[in-house]
Structures are given as C-alpha cells and as structure tokens.
C-alpha cells in the first residue's frame, strides 16, 4: 500500500510574463519504508516535487498521505519532516532549540522534549555541540541537526533535498548512514540528488525527465539480486505555454 499518492500533479512558476511549466499530469507513489532517490538533470524539478509533498507549495491535482489529501491536513499534523537542500536552521537558537522546535509547536511537554531531543541528538552524534548556534558548525554538523530537527517528532517520511549536496565525501557518508538507519527503523525517505553514487544507499532509483518519470527501478540496496521493476519512457518534451494554466503561481 503506497503512502505516498501524487495525482495529476501540475505546476509552473511565473516569473514576469514567462512562464515556466514543471510539471504537467504528473501521477507517481512512494510505497512504505524505503529509501527513494530522485535523480534528473539540474531544472528537471526534483525539489519542486518536493516541496510540494511537503506542503510548501501550491499545486494543480492532488498529493494523498495514506488516502488523506495533504492539503487537508494540518502543517503540525502532518507524517513528514523535510530536510532543505540549505538546512535552513535557525541562526538565532542553539541546536538543542534547533532540533526541539517541532515538538514546542506540537506542545509536547518539557521533560518529553528534552528526553526525545537528547536522544535524536545521540543518533545524529550531535550530543557535544547541543548548546552552539548552527554557524559555528561544520557542514556536516548542520546537515546532521537539519536530519535530527526532521526526524525528532517521528514522522513516517522523510524528505531530504540533496542531503549531502555541500557536503565532502567523508561528511556525505556519515549522513547517508544516517539516513540509512533511519529507514531501517521504519521510516519511508525520499531523497533528492544529483550524484548517481548515492543510489547505492537507495532501494528505488527514479530518474526525472521533461517533468516525467523516465525510469524507476528497484536496486539491490537491501536485496541480493537486482529486479528491475518498471522502465517508463518519457511522454515527451513538456510543453512549455502560456496557455497552460494547470499549476497555479507560487
Ligand atoms: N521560485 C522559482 N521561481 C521561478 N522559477 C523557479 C523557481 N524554483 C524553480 N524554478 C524553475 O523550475 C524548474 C525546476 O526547478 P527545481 O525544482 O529547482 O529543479 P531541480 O531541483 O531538479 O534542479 C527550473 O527551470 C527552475 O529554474
Ligand atoms: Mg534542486
């Protein structure tokens, strides 16, 4: 059962009088507990795609968590943590507060947050540096916070947009085990990259084109044998005009 639905999926950015189509009747799913890599061409629009399954976007069609239309559903209600390509944390509190921010918003008590926040920070390896401010951290280390924010109220998908984009290869390994040993307790995440060498971590490898699925296939990460699942050519080119109104304006 796919708890991921993206159905008839739309949208173009507006900048001027241009327009710029991305996607066009876009229909996809991400099925339960796997690592899901999403690669294609720089503008291809991976991180559109997830932006808009974290809620941050407008779209044309619909996104479904578990038969539940996203945009129904409450920010704070929602099942996903999203992991920004810039980590985006805030400069002005310490990574404790960093990483405790989603459960202030969920009102979870203050002996509850500081237990679940102690213990993502050991996970992520981030218990000696709880009380800096994220611009005294390596790239690494706010990499790790910006997991550790995404993961500490226990959502089932987690989003990562280039998650070792700015990262060295040493720094790119430490948090793609990471994120590794979070799928393994559970959890479904979908990862953006540009780097082909990270498909080794993935269960299932899409490759994005013209605003399309080109190819989506199962890789052996946690398997001993490849199966090859679903090849799916392209449609085509998207269209790109002005006479499309299908995704609204952002
Ligand atoms: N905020 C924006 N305003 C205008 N155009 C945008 C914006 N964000 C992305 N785009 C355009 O949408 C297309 C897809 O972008 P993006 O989703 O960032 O692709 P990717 O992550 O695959 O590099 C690109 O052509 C990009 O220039
Ligand atoms: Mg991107």
Request: with cysteine; net charge positive.
């Amino acid at each position: 059962m796919p708890n991921i639905f993206v159905k008839d999926f739309g949208i173009s950015y507006y900048k001027r009088r241009n327009e710029t189509l991305v996607f066009e009747h876009l229909n996809c799913s991400f099925a339960n507990e796997k690592i899901n890599a999403i690669l294609g061409q720089s503008g291809s629009g991976k991180s559109t795609l997830l932006r808009a399954i974290a809620g941050l976007l407008s779209y044309a069609g619909d996104i479904y968590f578990d038969e539940q239309n996203i945009n129904k559903v409450p920010p704070f209600k929602r099942e996903i943590g999203y992991i920004s390509q810039e980590y985006d944390l805030y400069s002005h509190l310490n990574v404790f507060d960093n990483i405790a921010y989603p459960l202030k918003v969920l009102n979870a008590d203050s002996q509850e947050i500081k237990e679940r926040v102690l213990e993502v920070a050991k996970q992520c390896q981030l218990e000696d540096c709880l009380f800096v401010k994220p611009k005294y951290l390596s790239g690494g280390q706010q990499q790790r916070v910006a997991i550790a924010r995404a993961i500490v109220s226990d959502p089932e998908i987690i989003l990562a947009d280039e998650p070792t984009g700015n990262l060295d290869s040493r720094a790119s390994i430490a948090v793609m085990e990471e994120l590794k040993s979070i799928h393994e307790e559970g959890n479904t995440i979908i990862m953006v990259t540009h780097n082909p060498a990270l498909t080794v971590y993935a269960t299932r490898v899409i490759n994005m084109l013209d605003g399309q699925i080109n190819t989506d296939i199962k890789t052996v990460a946690d398997q001993n044998l490849p199966q090859k699942i679903e090849v799916k050519r392209t449609r085509g080119k998207a269209k790109r005009s002005r006479k499309s109104n299908k995704g609204r304006k952002n």
